[in-house]
């Protein structure tokens, strides 16, 4: 993808636009998480209730700081690379939309380094909402054709020239205990 149309995508996603793209693990659909109405679209493009909450990707924790109500320690824990792939459940604060967080006390964050969620969070200065790209209780899609296949009527885009990190989804991890809630396949 050029860096003018990386750009264009950066203003329309900015705008509302709902997407699939490759995240850190799999393929995923995401959208700007303060846009009510596109978090609402992704969530009945791949029928899922909006009670369970959504994963938020930044490239920096910094961008998640209005989401999240935790101490310094914390955000070290939440920021630091591992070798896998890691989302972490964390206090949502006040400001953090329902809409996000679900019925949860807790919002899911993961910090990446993959090259694309990079981009996009650094040109939209946000995180990006992520949720897998499939339809609820489906297996996911694994690459672009699949992706277009599945979706292509429904989404605004669908942004390919990047690999995922992988096929299986992240470990999933509360940051109170440290307890792990999903492991990741090897």
Same mark, same amino acid.
């Given at each position: ?5 990386l750009n ?7 705008r ?22 596109? @978090? ?5 493009i ?15 924790i ?16 939440i920021?630091?690379?591992?070798n ?34 990079q ?9 990006? @909402? ?57």
């Amino acid at each position: 993808m050029s860096p003018w149309a990386l750009n264009r995508f950066i203003l329309a996603v900015s705008r509302g636009a709902v997407f699939g793209y490759p995240t850190d693990t799999i393929w995923g659909l995401g959208c700007h998480p303060l846009i009510a109405s596109s @978090v609402s679209r992704l969530l009945q493009i791949k029928n899922r209730h909006a009670d369970k909450g959504l994963i938020l990707l930044s490239s920096r924790i910094e961008f998640c700081r209005a989401y999240i109500d935790v101490n310094a320690a914390d955000l070290e824990t939440i920021a630091q690379t591992t070798n896998h792939p890691t989302t972490w459940l964390v206090p949502a604060s006040d400001y953090c939309p329902v809409w996000i967080r679900g019925n949860h006390p807790t919002v899911a964050i993961r910090i990446c380094s993959h090259p694309l969620i990079q981009t996009l969070c650094e040109g939209l200065q946000s995180p990006l @909402v992520s949720t897998s790209a499939n339809r609820s209780g489906r297996s996911n899609v694994r690459n672009r054709i699949q992706m277009q296949k599945q979706f292509a009527n429904e989404l605004d885009a669908i942004i390919g020239g990047f690999n995922t990190g992988g096929i299986a989804a992240s470990e999933i991890k509360l940051l109170d205990c440290g307890s792990t809630l999903r492991k990741r396949p090897s």
